[in-house]
């Protein structure tokens, strides 16, 4: 068992990248397993500030080994933009990341309907980022998508045929101008001669380098509670960011899997529209947002931000079997005198211990209240340095959601990271 995975526990943005940067030393391969170009990790070494999209965090690391897996899909502009980037750091990429033949192609009217769908959907919008990643996932879905391995084989029938369907889309729903297919497939012909060394069948070298003795590590993008199927629903992201994703989304055998780890703030955040039973409005949710620089890596938009929720963690935990926590961003909460934890819900008088799949919204917070530390954290090197107030939140969380907490994180760079 040589697989460690790592999810989000909330609704995204928890701080994944810098936790698979922390554990990448000793990983030999990273892989995404989902989501696509809406996803932005960011990590910070040495103080310079890297946000990937697409390519894993682990990148930064020379020796790792980067894959793409077929769950993800690719928007080809944004992957070859992250390279050349890459390239102009100094960042070895050749021989160092790969790309799953299986998986699919964002095209340019996937971008496009995505925006015009959002903006017909009036009083029902869900929040997009409008990269056309839920609409390649449709076509995914439809099974008249484009996946990487359709650019080595019969890519002209394939491609005509889907254009052919999009620009109908594009004339007849959104009234709009047919998008050229021969632009479409040059770009894609250029875009395969950039790609092709990269090209591989991922559960084959999944299972050949696991047998070799690699040490493999899992990305989510995203975070449970977006998960299509186990989130706040219709609200959610297109894909399955839970441990059902990562399997699925890489071909790696659940019998491989040792480690699975949460990754959650020690607050709460959302980006987009949807239910959100502890956020905070009006000035103390800004403070919150400015204290922890709340706004999205892809987009800039403002996140919503609220207290932590054990309600949602310990959904997180049940679906996923998670192994362990890691709470992130717990320097941010050094400025608050008192600070509440949501501990259980009330839902039309009646008190839920769950993670209800609807009628969130109408779910009201059950709060307990725990002293602040109004101390400087950021810092500290041990766990045995942190304020007694800090180490007492911190042991609560964990007795609250039955998860061990595994590391801490209390700044944004590395060597900010607490072992417990």
Same mark, same amino acid.
């Given at each position: 068992?040589?697989?460690?995975?790592?999810?989000?526990?909330?609704?995204?943005?928890?701080?994944?990248?810098? =936790?698979?940067?922390? *554990?990448?030393?000793?990983?030999?391969?990273?892989?995404?397993?989902?989501?696509?170009?809406?996803?932005?990790?960011?990590?910070?070494?040495?103080?310079?500030?890297?946000?990937?999209?697409?390519?894993?965090?682990?990148? *930064?690391?020379?020796?790792?080994?980067?894959?793409?897996?077929?769950?993800?899909?690719?928007?080809?502009?944004?992957?070859?933009?992250?390279?050349?980037?890459?390239?102009?750091?100094? +960042?070895?990429?050749?021989?160092?990341?790969?790309?799953?033949?299986?998986?699919?192609i964002v095209l340019p009217f996937h971008k496009i309907i995505d925006e015009h769908k959002e903006k017909q959907a009036e009083n029902h919008k869900i929040g997009t980022t409008k990269r056309g990643i839920?609409?390649?996932?449709?076509?995914?879905?439809?099974?008249?998508?484009?996946?990487?391995?359709?650019?080595?084989?019969?890519?002209?029938?394939?491609?005509?045929?889907?254009?052919?369907?999009?620009?109908?889309?594009?004339?007849?729903?959104?009234?709009?101008?047919?998008?050229?297919?021969?632009?479409?497939?040059?770009?894609?012909?250029? /875009?395969?001669?950039?790609?092709?060394?990269?090209?591989?069948?991922?559960?084959?070298? /999944?299972?050949?380098?696991?047998?070799?003795?690699?040490?493999?590590?899992?990305?989510?993008?995203?975070?449970?509670?977006?998960?299509?199927?186990?989130?706040?629903?219709?609200?959610?992201?297109?894909?399955?960011?839970?441990?059902? #994703?990562?399997?699925? #989304?890489?071909?790696?055998?659940?019998?491989?899997?040792?480690?699975?780890?949460?990754?959650?703030?020690?607050? =709460?955040?959302? =980006?987009?529209?949807?239910?959100?039973?502890?956020?905070?409005?009006?000035?103390?949710?800004?403070?919150?947002?400015?204290?922890?620089?709340?706004?999205?890596?892809?987009?800039?938009?403002?996140?919503?931000?609220?207290?932590?929720?054990?309600?949602?963690?310990?959904?997180?935990?049940? +679906?996923? #079997?998670?192994?362990?926590?890691?709470?992130?961003?717990?320097? =941010?909460?050094?400025?608050?005198?008192?600070?509440?934890?949501?501990?259980?819900?009330?839902?039309?008088?009646?008190?839920?211990?769950?993670?209800?799949?609807?009628?969130?919204?109408?779910?009201?917070?059950?709060?307990?209240?725990?002293?602040?530390?109004?101390?400087?954290?950021?810092?500290?090197?041990?766990?045995?340095?942190?304020?007694?107030?800090?180490?007492?939140? +911190?042991?609560?969380?964990?007795?609250?959601?039955?998860?061990?907490?595994?590391?801490?994180?209390?700044?944004?760079?590395?060597?900010?990271?607490?072992?417990?």
């Amino acid at each position: 068992m040589s697989v460690t995975v790592v999810i989000g526990a909330q609704w995204g943005d928890e701080g994944k990248a810098k =936790v698979i940067d922390y *554990l990448s030393e000793k990983i030999d391969i990273i892989a995404r397993y989902q989501g696509g170009a809406n996803a932005g990790h960011t990590v910070v070494v040495d103080q310079k500030k890297f946000i990937f999209h697409l390519i894993p965090s682990g990148i *930064l690391y020379p020796n790792t080994i980067c894959v793409i897996g077929n769950g993800v899909v690719v928007d080809p502009d944004v992957l070859i933009s992250e390279m050349e980037n890459l390239k102009k750091e100094n +960042i070895q990429i050749e021989n160092r990341i790969f790309i799953s033949d299986a998986s699919h192609i964002v095209l340019p009217f996937h971008k496009i309907i995505d925006e015009h769908k959002e903006k017909q959907a009036e009083n029902h919008k869900i929040g997009t980022t409008k990269r056309g990643i839920g609409i390649c996932y449709a076509d995914k879905m439809l099974r008249i998508g484009i996946r990487i391995g359709d650019l080595f084989y019969q890519l002209e029938s394939k491609l005509s045929n889907l254009v052919n369907l999009k620009n109908k889309e594009l004339e007849l729903l959104y009234h709009l101008k047919p998008l050229d297919y021969e632009k479409i497939y040059i770009d894609l012909i250029d /875009f395969r001669k950039k790609i092709e060394s990269m090209v591989i069948h991922t559960p084959s070298f /999944f299972e050949a380098s696991i047998k070799q003795g690699k040490t493999v590590l899992l990305e989510g993008a995203q975070g449970t509670a977006l998960d299509i199927d186990h989130g706040t629903y219709p609200y959610v992201t297109s894909s399955n960011t839970t441990i059902g #994703g990562a399997l699925s #989304g890489t071909g790696i055998s659940y019998r491989h899997i040792e480690n699975v780890y949460g990754i959650c703030k020690a607050y =709460v955040t959302r =980006v987009g529209e949807g239910p959100f039973p502890t956020e905070l409005k009006g000035e103390e949710g800004n403070r919150l947002r400015e204290l922890g620089a709340e706004y999205g890596a892809t987009t800039g938009r403002p996140r919503r931000c609220g207290w932590f929720d054990v309600e949602l963690i310990k959904h997180s935990g049940r +679906i996923n #079997g998670l192994t362990g926590l890691v709470l992130t961003k717990v320097d =941010v909460l050094s400025y608050f005198e008192t600070i509440p934890v949501c501990v259980g819900y009330e839902f039309f008088g009646k008190k839920i211990d769950y993670f209800p799949s609807y009628g969130l919204e109408d779910c009201i917070p059950i709060y307990e209240y725990l002293p602040g530390w109004k101390e400087d954290i950021s810092r500290i090197n041990r766990w045995s340095e942190l304020p007694k107030n800090c180490k007492t939140y +911190i042991e609560k969380i964990q007795e609250w959601t039955n998860i061990p907490i595994k590391f801490v994180s209390i700044g944004p760079g590395r060597d900010q990271t607490l072992m417990l």
